[in-house]
């Protein structure tokens, strides 16, 4: 990589959207990848701005970091995804957002009955637990959010 590929911590946080400090947190984590110039200073290849533009992608459908990091991973020489790696980095992610979508459709259609109910029917009302008996199925909203509760 020579100087006139490289880009400066500035620019690639300008050009990709992103605050400087998120920047550094990505090379930081492993997301991406810096070399320091005889100064000390991050300088960036360009292929980075796709590849933060992959993580936010990622990020914004709910992927979390450690995921993102293990697909980034799994390109050969730490460069950004081509045609052929966003299709199977896709593939990978599919699974687990359709997954995420029923949880969110669960969701949304058991809160279409609590919404101004007042619970004034503990005999029908969906998140109502008497004696604790979810408590083996774990914490939280389990009768919201698991698709059969106990």
Not at 108 to 130: E, H, K, M, T, V
Request: charged share 25%; net charge positive.
């Amino acid at each position: 990589m020579g100087p006139d590929d490289e880009l400066t911590i500035g620019a690639v946080a300008a050009r990709s959207g992103v605050a400087v400090s998120a920047v550094r947190f990505y090379d930081d984590q492993g997301l991406i990848r810096s070399v320091r110039s005889p100064a000390g200073h991050r300088r960036y290849p360009r292929s980075t701005l796709r590849r933060i533009a992959f993580i936010r992608a990622a990020q914004h459908v709910g992927v979390s970091l450690a995921d993102i990091g293990s697909a980034l991973a799994a390109l050969p020489g730490g460069r950004a995804p081509n045609r052929a790696d966003w299709a199977e980095l896709s593939r990978g992610f599919r699974e687990r957002l359709d997954g995420q979508i029923r949880a969110l459709e669960r969701l949304r259609d058991g809160l279409a009955d609590c919404i101004g109910c007042g619970c004034l029917s503990l005999q029908r009302c969906r998140l109502y637990n008497r004696d604790d008996v979810c408590a083996d199925a774990g914490p939280g909203a389990r009768r919201l959010t698991d698709p059969r509760p106990s």
